[in-house]
């Protein structure tokens, strides 16, 4: 089992920036990939950045340039870093973990933190 925490949410105008953290404690070393999902009102679930174990990202054209996902000092910890935010921006933010254990693939989720940019 992998738990997710994410912190770092909030409100924020237009053009600025926030960070957000999610740390992973329980069975880490199953990890293979962690990311940050989004979802918007009345929208899909969307990937918005991922981190492989190997350290190579990848990122939704919507956020390229503008969005960077890394790790964190402290040990387990994937951050991404949001600037220039955009009003459509404004999403519950998801942590997810990738793991595989004996074989078997899981997929584990934070509880979500909001972001809300105002125009």
């Known amino acids: 089992q992998v738990q997710l925490v994410e912190s770092g949410g909030g409100l924020v105008q237009a053009g600025g920036s926030l960070r957000l953290s999610c740390a992973a404690s329980?069975?880490?070393?199953?990890?293979?990939?962690m990311a940050w999902y989004r979802q918007a009102p009345g929208k899909q679930r969307e990937l918005v950045a991922q981190?492989?174990?190997?350290?190579?990202?990848n990122y939704v054209d919507s956020v390229k340039g503008r969005f960077t996902i890394s790790r964190g000092n402290a040990k387990n910890t994937v951050l991404l870093q949001m600037n220039s935010l955009k009003p459509e921006d404004t999403a519950i933010y998801y942590c997810?973990?990738?793991?595989?254990?004996?074989?078997?693939?899981?997929?584990?989720w934070g509880q979500g933190t909001q972001v809300t940019v105002s125009s």
């Open positions: 997810n973990a990738d793991a595989r254990k004996l074989g078997i693939s899981y997929r584990y």
């Open positions: 329980g069975s880490t070393f199953s990890i293979n990939a």
């Open positions: 981190m492989t174990s190997i350290g190579s990202t």
